[in-house]
């Protein structure tokens, strides 16, 4: 007698992270749902939540156990946005993976047309693209950002960590517009647990300085993505607390040390860092220096 055929894997697994989301997570799901293609495993990762949203992905995960999970934390703890991203990414199965936030809602095509930037560029670890700030449905005005210094090409390392957020000033990727490889994710060890509290503000920004470090992204001019702008949201909730500052100082710290002991970090980026560092411990300094450095360009500069 032949062996039976195991189940199917899919392609890409798509990871929502949630805690007390139920305001807005059925809708998060249901455009997941409504992809153009449905070769994927959608894993709704639990960090503790307390209200009705734990329901909601069980009743979805009930009505469709071919495609959709429940998982949580160990007696349903509350970990934190990092160690629950990584929850997903140790049960995914796809070879790529994606995150949707659960505010956040994603175009029918976003899947389709991202993989076809992936397929077409198989050196790439990562794609996202322009992102609508959703403000219109609650009656703001909506608002659309590229991300990224440049779009439409592969961008190699170290370019992408001089040119944006959080060391360069172009928009830096939206967690819920990312497709990434499954190996470029694993390669860099997935996400840092240690951004807790106010500092999770930048828990996406660690895990991507690590992969731009790594591996090409590419930026796209398309729009897969409308990013809820809402007062309850956790980056709205921080800069509210005034805690901004505690987690860009905790990052930069933290990067500084990782590319210590990265013998091959490049020193472009350790360069960045430290200037970033100078202009939070010492701003008086940094600005002098600054100073010094436009007065040095004008008078080298060829008349």
């Not at 693209?129 to 950002?145: K, L, N, P």
């Not at 210094?149 to 170290?158: D, I, L, N």
């Not at 990013?227 to 005034?242: D, I, K, W």
């Not at 960045?272 to 600054?290: W, Y």
């Amino acid at each position: 007698m032949s062996a039976q055929p195991g189940p199917r894997v899919p392609r890409t697994s798509v990871i929502i992270i949630f805690f007390n989301a139920d305001d807005f997570i059925d809708e998060a799901i249901t455009s997941v749902m409504a992809q153009t293609v449905d070769d994927f495993e959608l894993l709704l990762c639990d960090d503790g939540s307390e209200d009705s949203s734990t329901a909601i992905a069980v009743g979805w995960a009930a009505r469709h156990p071919d495609k959709v999970r429940h998982l949580s934390h160990e007696r349903h703890a509350n970990r934190g946005m990092s160690a629950t991203r990584n929850l997903g990414i140790r049960a995914a199965r796809g070879e790529f993976i994606a995150f949707l936030d659960a505010d956040d809602v994603w175009r029918p095509g976003k899947l389709a047309e991202q993989l076809a930037v992936l397929d077409a560029h198989p050196e790439v670890g990562m794609v996202c693209g322009t992102v609508r700030y959703w403000r219109s449905w609650a009656g703001g005005e909506d608002e659309v950002v590229p991300t990224g210094h440049v779009r439409g090409r592969v961008v190699r390392p170290p370019e992408t960590s001089l040119a944006v957020y959080p060391l360069g000033e172009a928009p830096a990727p939206c967690p819920s517009d990312m497709l990434l490889r499954r190996a470029a994710v694993e390669s860099v060890g997935g996400f840092e647990e240690h951004f807790s509290g106010v500092r999770q503000m930048y828990e996406d920004q660690g895990f991507l300085s690590k992969l731009y470090l790594r591996w090409p992204v590419y930026f796209a001019d398309d729009v897969w993505l409308d990013y809820r702008q809402h007062s309850a949201s956790f980056v709205a909730t921080v800069h509210g607390q005034g805690g901004y500052d505690e987690a860009r100082s905790y990052f930069l710290t933290w990067f500084d040390r990782y590319l210590a002991e990265l013998p091959d970090a490049p020193p472009a980026v350790r360069r960045a860092v430290a200037r970033a560092l100078r202009a939070r411990r010492r701003p008086v300094l940094d600005r002098a220096l600054r100073l010094l450095g436009r007065v040095r360009h004008r008078t080298t500069a060829p008349g």
